[in-house]
């Protein structure tokens, strides 16, 4: 009878959750149990008793996630209050900033060294231009001077700014190659002296040595290592190219 009762109240409720309540008498709630063909009479008060306690057996699912979200969302706070050692919030950023000063570091080490390489390349190129010019005797038969050398040597390079003002060549005969010397041409300050620079193309079978100077701004705004000229205020790097040879049997 009991068992009988208390599925009738599951019934009782599930009609109330849907808004289809029961047929109430003014003795209280009357039920009827199909299987066992009985039926039972319930006060008002212990019908009310029994629909509630189904209610709360059968809470709706919402209201149980609800519960249980609020339960876990203090419980995590309160947890994670007292160990920040192990709160993995933000990790990503704390990553990159320790890793984004060498990494930008690299990236303009490579990028400055590849433009500066590529440039050293194509001043090689042009001194060697310049000195077949001298070699051959075109550029004594021609009475190139100074600076139209050196135009004709910037002609045939890239990446150097201010080329005709700031490259600067020197121009030296010798006797025999194992005289031939380097002297510096540089200043206390870093920068090529006007005064230590020589031009001069000889004449034929005589030994040249034909050297090009740029001092090479450094763009960087980290300490790459490519600047090798720390005589200036500011990092530059001393780009030069040298050819040396014997000038052809040519006539004057």
Avoid at 18 to 34: H, I, L, M, W
Avoid at 89 to 98: D, I, M, N, R, T
Avoid at 147 to 159: A, E, G, P, R, S
């Amino acid at each position: 009878m009991q068992a009988s009762a208390l599925t009738v109240c599951e019934r009782l409720s599930a009609n109330f959750h849907r808004n289809a309540g029961p047929v109430q008498s003014a003795e209280g709630y009357k039920t009827s149990d199909p299987v066992n063909e009985t039926s039972t009479q319930f006060g008002q008060d212990q019908s009310l008793e029994a629909i509630v306690r189904v209610s709360a057996k059968a809470a709706p699912a919402n209201g149980a996630k609800m519960i249980k979200r609020l339960f876990r969302s203090g419980f995590d706070k309160k947890q994670t209050e007292g160990d920040f050692a192990s709160d993995e919030k933000g990790s990503v950023a704390v990553e990159f900033a320790l890793t984004a000063i060498p990494f930008f570091v690299l990236l303009f080490a490579i990028l400055e060294a590849g433009i500066v390489f590529f440039a050293t390349a194509t001043l090689d190129q042009a001194v060697n231009d310049a000195g077949r010019l001298i070699r051959t005797g075109q550029a004594q038969t021609a009475g190139v001077t100074e600076q139209q050398l050196t135009q004709t040597i910037c002609d045939n390079v890239v990446l150097l700014s201010g080329c005709t003002s700031n490259l600067k060549i020197d121009v030296r005969v010798y006797s025999n190659f194992s005289s031939v010397a380097f002297p510096s041409v540089l200043g206390t300050d870093g920068t090529v002296q006007a005064d230590k620079l020589a031009f001069s193309m000889g004449n034929a079978g005589d030994i040249v040595l034909v050297r090009a100077f740029y001092v090479w701004p450094i763009w960087s705004p980290f300490p790459t290592g490519i600047a090798n000229n720390g005589g200036t205020s500011s990092p530059t790097r001393l780009i030069q190219s040298s050819i040396a040879f014997r000038n052809e049997p040519f006539t004057s």
